[in-house]
């Protein structure tokens, strides 16, 4: 069984910065890609950033120019560094991750992480 671990939420004034931590855990699989999502109160759940194991970036238009995604193969963890965050960053962060296990792609979703943007 193939698990995701998140960590690095937390409250944050607006423009600073944090950095968000999932690591994938188990044995006979290989990350096809993992990336980022959040869902604030009343909200669907969106994009926020996702990288493929080719190393392709994809990220959501709020987040260019200020989130930068980045991965270590080697730990099967993927960050998300977030800078000069805005109220409306506010919401709980989800990991997800496309892989193949047992020759079958199988979509994985961390527990998810707060992160409050507020003076």
């Known amino acids: 069984q193939v698990q995701l671990v998140e960590s690095g939420g937390g409250l944050v004034q607006p423009g600073g910065s944090l950095r968000l931590s999932c690591a994938a855990s188990g044995i006979n699989f290989t990350i096809l890609r993992m990336g980022w999502y959040r869902q604030a109160p009343g909200k669907q759940r969106e994009l926020v950033a996702t990288?493929?194991?080719?190393?392709?970036?994809n990220y959501a238009d709020s987040a260019k120019g200020r989130f930068t995604i980045s991965s270590d193969n080697a730990k099967n963890t993927v960050y998300l560094q977030m800078n000069s965050l805005k109220p409306d960053d506010t919401a709980v962060y989800y990991c997800?991750?496309?892989?193949?296990?047992?020759?079958?792609?199988?979509?994985?979703w961390g527990q998810g992480t707060q992160v409050t943007v507020s003076s």
């Open positions: 990288i493929a194991g080719t190393g392709r970036t």
């Open positions: 997800n991750s496309l892989i193949l296990i047992f020759s079958r792609t199988n979509e994985l």
